[in-house]
Nanobody, 117 residues
């Protein structure tokens, strides 16, 4: 019913930048928030950033504050993650999430971000 398609991942050197996009399609009425998670090998999936429907209220993991910026375009049901000053520890599979309610949570397929040292 709902599909999230991520793009923008890839290989980048430390200090470089990437911009991830996540476009939601399907039977979407609204979303309480959209966010980005990441999962590195051998580690739990962790929240990177989220943004609520108002488009201004955001939350970031301490490890990415000041380097990553999340934004959204409600009209396009799209969320972005601008990643600057990338570090090798940012290497992970990044997943987009859309939350409508506690029973309506959707995930993207994930996109690989690899940061070389």
């Amino acid at each position: 019913q709902v599909q999230l398609v991520e793009s923008g991942g890839g290989l980048v050197q430390a200090g470089g930048s990437l911009r991830l996009s996540c476009a939601a399609s399907g039977s979407i009425v609204s979303s309480n928030y959209m966010g980005w998670y990441r999962q590195a090998p051998g580690k739990q999936r962790e929240l990177v950033a989220l943004i609520v429907t108002d488009g201004v209220t955001t939350r970031y993991a301490d490890s990415v504050k000041g380097r990553f910026t999340i934004s959204r375009d409600n009209a396009k049901n799209t969320v972005y993650l601008q990643m600057n000053s990338l570090k090798p520890e940012d290497t992970a599979v990044y997943y987009c999430q859309l939350v409508v309610s506690s029973l309506q949570r959707y995930w993207g397929q994930g996109t690989q971000v690899t940061v070389s040292s």
